[in-house]
């Protein structure tokens, strides 16, 4: 089983971004699908995630910005970035649940100049 997280790069405060996150070698048995970041110097937190069955979930520092999205049918998870703040810099970590189990892609880096 394989993540493959894309879509970081550098952008201006107030720009765009969207992330994906595909997962490759199961075909069955994927459970959450979400995204979490770290900031230099900080743990990891939790961005985003999106429950095979059930509501979207998001932290509040993102809520109303960003937009997480699945399709099952690719294995894939997305994360549409809107409104970037220079605070929202990090490598940014897809997470999936697989048979109970959570792993992590590799992480991509998003960079938010002001």
């Known amino acids: 089983v394989q993540l493959q997280a894309s879509g970081g790069g550098l952008v201006q405060a107030g720009g765009s971004l969207t992330l994906s996150c595909r997962v490759s070698?199961?075909?069955?048995?994927?459970?959450?699908m979400g995204w979490y970041r770290q900031a230099p110097g900080k743990q990891r937190e939790f961005v985003a995630t999106?429950?095979?069955?059930?509501?979207?979930l998001y932290s509040d520092s993102v809520k109303d910005r960003f937009s997480i999205s699945r399709n099952s049918d690719k294995n894939t998870v997305y994360l549409q970035m809107n409104s970037l703040k220079p605070e929202d810099t990090a490598v940014y970590y897809c997470?999936?649940?697989?048979?109970?189990?959570?792993?992590w892609g590799q992480g991509t880096l998003v960079t938010v100049s002001s």
């Open positions: 997470d999936v649940q697989i048979g109970g189990l959570h792993l």
């Open positions: 999106y429950p095979e069955n059930g509501n979207q």
């Open positions: 070698g199961v075909v069955a048995g994927i459970g959450n």
